[in-house]
DNA sequence: GCATCGGGTTTAATATTGCAACCACACAAG
DNA sequence: CTTGTGTGGTTGCAATATTAAACCCGATGC
């Protein structure tokens, strides 16, 4: 079956998915952002096998996601942190956020809101500019090719 | 081995991942709202399996993020479009792009660049603003429990 | 009416997930 | 120093999902 591989695909979406876009990733990552770090706190707080969560960590490390920290606390364990490739990825848990907000059937079992951490009030919606200051929707933007100096393997969208 | 549901869950991110959070749903989302819209279309560019697709758009069709319409050029076949619901995902697929934008190893390998249709310009980066317009970062924003009416399930964030 | 195409379903092989049991090390207590 | 316990995994096996390939069937096409 071998979970075809997206990496070398030229969509820009496709490739982020090839590197986190699987089941358990992002949710790890969402964890991360939140402050847990250590292997038993991811485990008990997404419930999952512990053997999935240490190849989920081992292959996000890999990917530069995360890293390990030797310590922090005392003990001589390690620990699991992002990386500032990593804290990239906080844009598109804001917009998966935004989305179940906007679009949920029962949004009555939605917990937390976002907050600017120094008023305490919601955040706005993320919004797509144009250069000139614009809102953008979907249909108001196209794709264009890259000026592309070396070749792509496959050509979709 | 039964992929742990994540639709009782109360934190957001994970209800969104829930609905389409798998390794192609995304991907057939992105294809939709390039124009995509029949059977063999997402088939000849995703590349993946026609039974897997099948029951992807079936389950997107159920979630209400795809609707099947009944024609659209002559032939009496079905075609899959989005709906709102499906289209406010656009956010999300441009935040999947401009990470790749931005930390992708191998930046050459990507094809296009999203620009604005009218001006053919580069849109901007998504930003998340507070409610009187500073540019929030991750470490500006924190969760806070919704003032809830019901109770929700999980209790993690 | 015969072939072909679009749009799937079925089948069988293979890979991944999940659970539970097991293991190794650190540290603490006796 | 020997036992105990918690953390951080690894290993095996059963359950399930993915995949490719073969098959199906109603619409077109000729």
Sequence with gaps: MKRT???????????????FGDWWSLLIIRDASL??????????SLGLAKNILATRLRTLVERGILKTVPASDGSAY???VLTPKGHGIFPILVALRQWTEEF????????TIMVD?????????????????RVLGAADTTLKLRPARKAARRVSA
């Design 5 to 19: 591989s997206l990496a070398g695909d030229s969509c820009p979406v496709a490739r982020a998915l090839d590197v």
């Design 104 to 111: 949920d059937e029962h949004p009555d079992e939605i917990a």
């Design 78 to 80: 390690q620990e699991y």
């Design 35 to 44: 402050g847990r770090r250590r292997f038993g706190e991811f485990q008990a």
């Design 117 to 133: 951490r120094d008023k305490g009030k919601p955040v706005k919606k993320l919004a797509l500019l144009s250069q000139d200051g």
